[in-house]
């Protein structure tokens, strides 16, 4: 059953830097994540060292196509848009443009971005 555009975020997505996505969906506008670095979770610090698994991620088609990756932290998310052209160019790669967002005021939480590396593009490995 597909459920609308969500659907396009299920599977496995992987960065240049060994840094994985793996996007469970759960119905028409909720999904879960796990965040793997080198095949394992990444550890939160700002979550008293909890794994990145199964992280709440909500999509609001009023808001447009994107999904929002609750981090754990208040204001603190990955932000995913699909960026894939692949029903009009079928040869291109599915992918997936990745941000981080944050809290103006959370000065703490900008020593937490560099785990996320350079953020930029993810692209499919498994779906």
């Not at 999509?59 to 995913?80: C, I, K, Q, T």
């Not at 992918?95 to 785990?115: A, H």
Request: glycine share 10%.
């Amino acid at each position: 059953m597909k459920f609308s555009w969500i659907e396009n975020y299920a599977g496995t997505w992987q960065d240049d830097e060994s840094r994985t996505l793996m996007i469970t969906i759960r119905d028409d506008e909720n999904a879960t994540v796990d965040v793997l670095m080198h095949g394992a979770p990444m550890i939160r610090p700002w979550c008293g060292d909890e794994p990145a698994k199964g992280l709440p991620a909500r999509y609001n088609p009023a808001e447009g196509p994107g999904l929002d990756v609750d981090l754990g932290r208040p204001g603190f998310s990955l932000n995913l848009n699909d960026e894939s052209d692949h029903v009009m160019n079928p040869d291109e790669p599915e992918s997936l443009s990745v941000g981080i967002s944050r809290y103006d005021s959370d000065t703490e939480g900008e020593q937490y971005l560099k785990l996320f590396g350079k953020m930029g593009q993810y692209t499919r490995v498994e779906g």
